[in-house]
């Protein structure tokens, strides 16, 4: 096993997965969480459900410098140019070494999950855009037949 190998054993556990109650009880007790996700068109326009759950604690997170993690998670984290491993440890550390730093962290993801973020906040933002979506549909000058095809070829002479 990895951790075995790198002589990590005492300080790591892969639990594989566990209930909700459990991973809630684990992540509480983290001074730090992460969000390793690498940069990509996906992760960059998406914000994991971990990213959220670790805010909903008061948790610090370090992640890679995605634009919606960014947008998500703002204070609560600190962010990693590129793909750079070390400096991904070097801000773990970095946090380690500053638990002033970590609760303030922790305490503005967490004010920005139950002021802004949580349901009670967004659920008139997801109707609003399924009325809009529902309105284009419904709209006389919706396209109901697939694709319009523009062509730049005209039949016959002008």
Not at 49 to 54: D, G, L, V
Request: hydrophobic share 40%.
């Amino acid at each position: 096993m990895i951790a075995t190998a790198f002589e990590l054993d005492e300080f790591v556990t892969f639990t594989g997965r566990v209930d909700d109650a459990t991973l809630f009880t684990i992540l509480s007790t983290a001074d730090v969480c992460v969000d390793p996700d690498r940069p990509n068109a996906m992760n960059d326009k998406s914000t994991m459900n971990k990213t959220m759950e670790y805010m909903a604690l008061g948790r610090p997170i370090v992640q890679f410098d995605l634009t919606e993690g960014r947008v998500s998670a703002g204070e609560a984290s600190l962010y990693v140019s590129n793909t750079d491993t070390a400096e991904f440890g070097d801000k773990i550390l970095e946090l380690l070494d500053d638990p002033a730093r970590r609760a303030h962290m922790g305490a503005f993801g967490q004010k920005r999950i139950h002021n802004e973020l949580a349901w009670d906040h967004e659920a008139a933002h997801l109707l609003s855009a399924y009325d809009k979506a529902f309105d284009l549909r419904d709209s006389p000058n919706a396209n109901r037949g697939g694709p319009v095809l523009e062509s730049s070829r005209r039949d016959g002479p002008r």
